[in-house]
């Protein structure tokens, strides 16, 4: 690999110390290097980074954060389809592999073309009112549908290929990836899943029921979940979180219909660890 470009969390790297000094080393390496600073946009043509600023023939992005940013970044330039990889500058990473320590060797290895390559699904969400599309997305780690507003338990019913499965009264439900089994679906309880394996995992968040599990699906299974009546026949309010970013606003009778994406992210592995041993050392340090 000659051709990087680098995006930046300019909040956990404030003065670009380690931006600069990786673009400084790999440009004396005969490599070129552009570098973007992620931030919101103001225009709303993107979240964080303009893949039009990507040049096109850019064989690496380097994504300086944490799991955080580069979920980011893989949503908003995942029609690229540019292999990512992840300089960790938070705590826990399990996307960001590279630590900030690590740097200079793990630029020769790229360098060198000594790495391998993940495709890792993803999914996409589309939210629907009635017969009306008010809002869709797609996902690196998770869908999730949680309540909004009043502290108390939302009806969720659930669907799979248009046939009802159950229904859950629950704080929320996440729709997860195997990427995102090591996330919030893992907090609320759900299975821990090896990012290669192609599946998709349902797991409510404090449902109120004594025997309520985690789902597991095939990935060409499609999920419909809709919002239920409230006790009281009220209407409720929750929101679909796409990679706990995008937001869209749903009352009782609207529906999320999740399905595989035909986009995937493309993760740049280094370190040739398993999954178990890399689950084992982050296990370790927690």
């Not at 992005?61 to 292999?83: E, K, M, N």
């Not at 689950?279 to 370790?284: A, C, W």
């Amino acid at each position: 690999m000659k051709k990087f470009c680098i995006i930046t969390n300019t909040t956990k790297d404030k003065d670009l110390t380690l931006t600069r000094g990786i673009s400084d080393l790999l440009t004396s390496k005969g490599c070129r290097c552009t570098v973007w600073q992620a931030g919101r946009s103001l225009n709303g043509r993107y979240r964080y980074t303009d893949p039009e600023a990507i040049p096109g023939d850019t064989e690496c992005i380097l994504v300086l954060g944490g799991d955080g940013t580069l979920l980011q970044a893989a949503r908003d330039l995942v029609r690229l389809d540019v292999p990512l990889l992840g300089v960790n500058m938070g705590n826990l990473g399990f996307l960001a592999e590279v630590a900030r320590d690590n740097v200079s060797a793990s630029l020769d290895r790229l360098i060198e073309g000594n790495y391998e390559i993940e495709e890792r699904m993803m999914l996409s969400g589309t939210v629907y009112r009635g017969n009306d599309v008010i809002g869709e997305d797609i996902a690196l780690n998770d869908v999730v549908i949680s309540r909004d507003g009043h502290l108390r338990v939302v009806r969720f019913n659930n669907y799979v290929n248009e046939v009802y499965l159950n229904s859950y009264s629950a704080d929320g439900i996440i729709i997860s990836t195997p990427t995102g089994s090591t996330g919030y679906s893992l907090s609320a309880g759900g299975p821990v899943v090896s990012p290669s394996a192609s599946m998709i995992i349902m797991t409510p968040v404090a449902p109120h029921t004594m025997n309520t599990r985690s789902v597991i699906f095939s990935p060409e299974d499609v999920i419909t979940v809709e919002i239920g009546k409230g006790r009281r026949s009220d209407t409720e309010n929750t929101i679909a979180s796409f990679d706990g970013d995008t937001e869209v606003p749903m009352i009782t009778g609207d529906r999320i219909v999740i399905r595989r994406a035909k986009d995937r992210t493309r993760i740049l592995k280094l370190n040739h660890l398993s999954f178990v041993e890399v689950l084992r050392q982050k296990m370790e340090n927690t």
